[in-house]
């Protein structure tokens, strides 16, 4: 699908851009690619920040918590983390089919939501200011070998396993990023795809 001169031609300059980059502008590029790389791109930059988050699992979930400014954030969010865990595991729990539960900060408001992404998508597709933070994998293939049918038990475990250190660290980036520079980046993008057209603001 990508050998051709004019996908080539197309796709110019994207391969100097990351993954990151890419999707969060993939609405824009021509429709042929689009498919592609939110099965593909989606799998591998989900795949990437969820075997980041996870460490060696904790005697219990109430053992591993976040701390500091991300700890304040989700309480300012959510109530405290206590709520923010049960609506996170509502979600993931009631998720018809495969896909993603994400936390994401929005670089533009600096707040904390929650999004369920079907298949391989992320926050990040359908605006680029909404940065990923941590994610649950509800695919099959993810819990099934070990957890058979039991997503419960999955996702009760998975409190045990964060590893909170990095996600404070995409929380800390997220609130450092410039929206005005993420901003600019949607002209450039048209330089790079044969002047397909963007704005900002999605």
């Keep these: 699908m990508y050998d051709d001169e004019n996908s080539s031609n197309e796709l110019k300059g994207l391969t100097n851009q990351s993954i990151e980059f890419i999707l969060s502008h993939v609405q824009y590029l021509p429709e042929i690619y689009q498919v592609g790389l939110k099965q593909y791109g989606g799998g591998y930059l989900n795949h990437k920040l969820f ?35 049960q609506i996170f595991t509502d979600v993931s729990l009631e998720v018809f089919g495969s896909g993603w539960v994400w936390l994401y900060i929005d670089a533009y408001t600096k707040e904390l939501n929650y999004s369920f992404a079907a298949n391989q998508e992320n926050p990040i597709m359908f605006n680029k200011n909404h940065i990923t933070l941590l994610g649950i994998d509800l695919w099959e293939h993810a819990y099934y070998p070990v957890y058979e049918n039991r997503r419960s038990e999955y996702v009760d475990n998975f409190w045990r396993i964060i590893n909170w250190p990095f996600v404070s660290q995409l929380y800390t980036e997220g609130i450092a990023k410039q929206t005005d520079a993420i901003d600019n980046q949607t002209e450039d993008i048209g330089k790079h795809t044969g002047g397909c057209p963007m704005h900002s603001g999605i």
């Design 51 to 85: 075997f980041s988050m996870l460490q060696t699992p904790t005697a219990t979930a109430d053992e591993n918590k976040p701390t500091g400014p991300l700890l304040k954030a989700i309480e300012k969010a959510f109530g405290s983390f206590d709520k923010f865990k």
